[in-house]
């Protein structure tokens, strides 16, 4: 199981990868769950949600992304009972 936030780079790369393998993976999202950033993932989460997986937020939908919310969407800073999730 991979649970990491949905950027670019190494957090795509090992939810791609973590699908691929056949697992179950979960995307922390910096924003509201209406909105997939960066856009360009917007397929990606959808695979997550149809093999299994889940995309959790700890924001209400329609809250922008905005820089301040990087490091509090980091899985290890706050607890999930916190989160709302979309599975």
């Not at 056949?22 to 360009?40: E, F, K, M, Q």
């Amino acid at each position: 199981m991979i649970v990491s936030g949905l950027a670019l780079g190494v957090d795509g790369i090992a939810h791609q990868a973590c699908l691929q393998a056949g697992g179950t993976t979960v995307a922390v999202l910096a924003n509201g769950l209406d909105h997939i950033y960066p856009a360009s993932h917007t397929q990606l989460g959808k695979r997550i949600l149809e093999q299994g997986g889940t995309i959790l937020s700890e924001y209400a939908a329609g809250t922008p992304r905005f820089q301040g919310q990087l490091h509090r969407s980091q899985p290890h800073r706050g607890g999930p009972e916190r989160r709302v999730a979309h599975h």
